[in-house]
């Protein structure tokens, strides 16, 4: 047996302990094909990312079920893995070669592509590192990558299948766009923050006619885009409008005003302007109109105004364009008035820059029926989502869910595995010659963009247009050629001048297929068979849509099954103040820096302890630090017992076996605890199951059984009841409960766990390989209800000794009324234990006790408890003291009262500071109620010393 030392060192353990386990292959799913499988696919964190207090809530949550199903006898794997994270991992590689002085384009796409993976092997590998310090049993042998040869073979299969079933398709379209980044972003990338901004009324007068319309618009800059001015049919202001032409200001242009019955009549003036271009509404109201409405494109994908508004404006940014705009409207007279306006701005998931809607042509999955089936699969229960209150927002997007657009202008990720034919246009086949338009990264030959042919007829080679090509665009008519293997020559023409569409894949589409081809898929692998369908996917809010929706309709139309039985949402972790952790507002937690500084187990159990259903995380790292009070006593406890086992008078001690009265009763409540927190943990109550574990070792544990088998384990010739009493049945039921509890412990907090199990005598190489406790039938029930008189009597005691301040080195006497025979008797058969935990010299029991004298009670529900007074304090001192002690206090409160009721204070002050007064009052208000009703008591007990 090993000795425990004084202390327990996390950093001295957890590393070594972590490399045991990873060593014996502990992690590995068990090989006997008779255990029920259980499967976990982790969230794949980005390659570009670092561990924060999200991630660690996550992988906590799954590192307690991992655990608590191996140990319930299950063939556990927990598949880790990170994401290649398209735009996030190209924007780091950028910044870094901008060191350099070059960018990707000077460096060309091979090159560039080699780089970001010279940069994963540098770096990406530590987002996995500080997972292993949170202790995660996953199964590292099983370790995937988005971009892994595996998983691109799956993106191709699919990609490929939906693209022949029709499910994938390209059109031209409005789409966000995201100027900084260069690509395409869905709706669920855009991030919508209020501003504030100004509504601008302008005059566009109509032809032939001395009047005008104003419209009103946050946008001036895109009037240079404007086809058309819509109203509304049923708004009576306009109708005589409705068809006259207007000249658009600042152009040489005329449009005409439209009716459209999607225009609001109350914003505004009711009259709109519609730039198809660069608005969603206004390219749905173009598309209404017979014939459409002209697209015309005045904002460029770099977020310069084009040719296209004209040579005043062209080559101007965005928003230097609006400002020259106006003040170009301003000299002419076109302003009616300007106003304040809030107004939602969307921007870049990644980088924040406000995004731009153009018309480009993007790849797109159809998902109105996918949706329709995975609606159902939740709605027939196949898939159960936690907390409840999330079904309706998976069903309401699920219902309103547009196309899925998945293709990105970036260059690391998928390459979309779509080739043109230079020579080849439509279906038939004819050598017209595609519409590809090339931008060079360079000129070459003096060109630096124009068509494929033109580039050609230019002298410029095909590998060079391939490989230094800065941006493609390929026509929407031009026939796609769609193959899982990388095409060399044209099905159609037999031509080998072939050019690969040049985008990748949108990254959450490989991420859609995480839970089957981390398994092996299109392969059909022992481990896709085995566990797939995975058991659970824990994850946050915020990827629902994005992530865990696109799983669902992936699994059913790929694998035709759910890829999860069971999604749980677990909350955000905030600040104490329950404000959203950011690095502006100086409030992030890092996660290392407190397992540095509190040890792992302290940190996960906290979070499991936090970790209630439907309920955002107020991180306070004060409760870090009680918990790292909790792993102390647990290991101090866990000494104690080293120390007993070793004391002669156990080891040689002997006995017939039967239990002491505390050990009936902590076996009882181990039983109880064990059934209690099984059902907590099999429906996702991480913190009740915490909450059952902490109040069982802490309270009933340490602060009950190892006192009172104090007095189990002591032999005492001279005393009768202690004769009695079976040091050998406690030391035994000592070590089982340790057992057990230290199972119970262990998904939540390994490495202590493991410490402790290992220096005991028990049988096995690690915690982690034995049965997780669960006794549903209570083989000592009789044992609790004989306890809790224990328990009354000590406590009812020690609240006289608290509330009288009454030091604890005190011996007192004292005396029991019972008013049951079952009371008084099994308050006399645990006489010695009574007495050695309230530190006693004496104690009567009886149904016919009387107080007498000056004597302080305690009132149980079947015993009253009284403690003579006399000799133990001078009641007219104590008086006196605490009416001293009441004087500082309110002199204390009438300081903070002049404080907290003084206005500019209130005003002045900052909130923190305020924050920290109002505390201390409501400190000190306590306090002067507690000091009060114990004065109100002593003078009582004085009354009655008198009557004596």
Not at 284 to 311: C, N, W, Y
Not at 598 to 625: C, H, K, M, N, W
């Amino acid at each position: 047996m090993k000795q425990l030392p004084k202390f327990f060192e996390p950093h001295k353990v957890e590393k070594t302990r972590y490399e045991y386990w990873l060593e014996n292959d502990f992690f590995k799913p068990s090989g006997d094909n008779n255990k029920e499988p259980y499967s976990i696919v982790i969230p794949p964190p980005n390659v570009t990312g670092s561990l924060h207090m999200g991630h660690a809530l996550n992988v906590t949550l799954q590192d307690i079920l991992s655990r608590w199903k191996r140990m319930t006898n299950h063939k556990v794997l927990w598949v880790p893995g990170t994401d290649h994270a398209g735009i996030a991992t190209q924007n780091v590689v950028e910044k870094d070669i901008a060191k350099e002085k070059i960018d990707r384009h000077s460096l060309g796409r091979d090159k560039f592509i080699q780089r970001v993976w010279k940069w994963k092997e540098e770096y990406g590998g530590r987002i996995t590192n500080q997972l292993r310090r949170l202790g995660v049993s996953c199964d590292w042998t099983m370790e995937r990558f988005t971009l892994d040869e595996g998983l691109s073979l799956a993106v191709k299969e699919v990609f490929v299948r939906l693209f022949k079933e029709g499910l994938i398709y390209r059109s031209s379209r409005l789409i966000n766009w995201c100027p900084r980044c260069h690509t395409a972003l869905s709706d669920l990338e855009v991030e919508h923050e209020e501003a504030e901004g100004s509504l601008t009324y302008i005059k566009y007068p109509v032809v032939g006619e001395d009047g005008h319309i104003v419209v009103a618009t946050t946008r001036p800059e895109t009037l240079l885009g404007d086809t058309a001015v819509a109203v509304n049919p049923v708004d009576e202001r306009y109708a005589a409008m409705i068809g006259k032409e207007v000249s658009l200001p600042l152009t040489d242009r005329t449009i005409p005003i439209i009716a459209d019955s999607e225009v609001d009549s109350e914003f505004g003036t009711g009259a709109v302007k519609v730039t198809p271009s660069h608005d969603f509404n206004d390219e749905a109201i173009a598309k209404r109109q017979s014939p459409h409405l002209a697209f015309i494109t005045v904002i460029g994908d770099d977020g310069v105004m084009t040719d296209r508004a004209g040579e005043n404006y062209a080559g101007l940014d965005r928003y230097e364009c609006r400002k020259k705009v106006l003040a170009d409207l301003r000299e002419g007279e076109s302003i009616v008035k300007l106003e304040a306006h809030q107004h939602s701005l969307g921007h870049c998931y990644r980088c924040n820059t406000i995004i731009e809607p153009l018309p480009t042509i993007q790849w797109y999955v159809r998902m109105k029926d996918m949706a329709v089936e995975a609606v159902e699969a939740v709605k027939t229960g196949r898939i159960r989502i936690m907390p409840d209150a999330w079904y309706n927002s998976y069903y309401s997007w699920m219902k309103n869910i547009k196309d899925w657009c998945i293709s990105r202008q970036i260059w690391w990720g998928h390459r979309i595995p779509v080739w043109y034919c230079t020579h080849c246009k439509g279906e038939d086949g004819v050598s017209q010659g595609a519409k590809i338009h090339i931008k060079l990264s360079a000129p070459h030959n003096g060109l630096q963009e124009g068509t494929y042919n033109e580039l050609r007829d230019g002298g410029i080679d095909h590998d060079n247009i391939v490989n230094n090509s800065k941006q493609t665009r390929v026509d929407i008519d031009t026939t796609p050629i769609c193959e899982k293997v990388d095409v060399k020559e044209c099905p159609r023409c037999g031509g080998s001048d072939l050019i690969r569409d040049p985008d990748v894949l949108d990254t959450w589409f490989s991420s859609s297929l995480w839970p089957f081809s981390t398994l092996g898929w299109p392969e059909s692998t022992e481990k896709l068979k085995t566990f797939y369908p995975t058991s659970v996917l824990i994850t946050a809010f915020d990827i629902l849509f994005f992530w865990v929706a696109r799983m669902i309709m992936m699994g059913l139309k790929v694998m035709n099954e759910v890829p999860f039985r069971d999604v749980y949402i677990h909350a955000i972790v905030r600040d104490s103040k329950g404000q959203k952790m950011s690095k502006s507002k100086g409030n992030v937690v890092d996660p290392l820096i407190m397992i540095d500084k509190y040890g792992t187990d302290a940190f996960r159990f906290t979070l499991a302890v936090f970790a209630v259903q439907g309920r955002d995380i107020r991180f306070s790292e004060e409760r870090i630090e009680g918990y790292r009070h909790f792993i102390n006593k647990l290991w101090n406890a866990a000494r104690f017992i080293q120390m007993f086992m070793e004391a002669e008078a156990v080891t040689n001690s002997t006995g017939n076996g039967a239990l002491n009265p505390p050990d009936k009763w902590i076996l009882s409540r181990l039983n109880s605890v064990s059934v209690d927190v099984n059902a907590a943990l099999a429906d996702y109550r991480f913190n009740d199951a915490a909450n059952s574990i902490y109040q069982f070792v802490w309270h009933e544990l340490c602060d009950w059984y190892i006192e009172l088998s104090k007095t189990s384990l002591k032999r005492d010739e001279t005393d009768d009841k202690q004769l009695s009493r079976n040091p050998k049945a406690a030391i035994e039921t000592l070590l089982k409960v340790l057992d057990y509890s230290l199972r119970l412990l262990h998904p939540f907090m390994p490495f202590i766990t493991e410490e402790i199990w290992c220096a005991m005598p028990y049988e096995g190489d690690s915690i982690s390989r034995k049965e997780y406790p669960y006794f549903p039938e209570s083989e000592q029930k009789e044992g609790e209800k004989d306890m809790q008189y224990i328990i009354d009597a000590v406590s009812g005691i020690r609240n006289i000794r608290g509330e009288l301040n009454i030091s604890p080195s005190k011996v007192l006497k004292a005396s029991i009324k019972t008013f049951s025979l079952e009371a008084t008797r099994t308050i006399a058969d645990n006489k010695d234990y009574i007495m050695n935990l309230a530190r006693l010299e004496s104690l009567e029991i009886g149904e016919t006790i009387k107080k007498t004298g000056a004597s302080a009670t305690s009132v149980k529900s079947e015993m009253e408890i009284y403690v003579p007074l006399s000799g133990l304090l001078n009641v007219g001192s104590e008086i006196e003291r605490l009416e001293k002690e009441l004087s500082k206090i309110a002199d204390s409160i009438k300081i903070l009262d002049r404080k907290l009721f003084n206005e500019d204070f209130l005003n002045r002050a900052p909130k923190k500071v305020i924050d920290k007064e109002k505390f201390k009052y409501e400190e000190l208000t306590v306090k002067k109620e507690r000091i009060m009703n114990n004065i109100i008591k002593m003078r009582e007990l004085d009354e009655e010393s008198r009557s004596n």
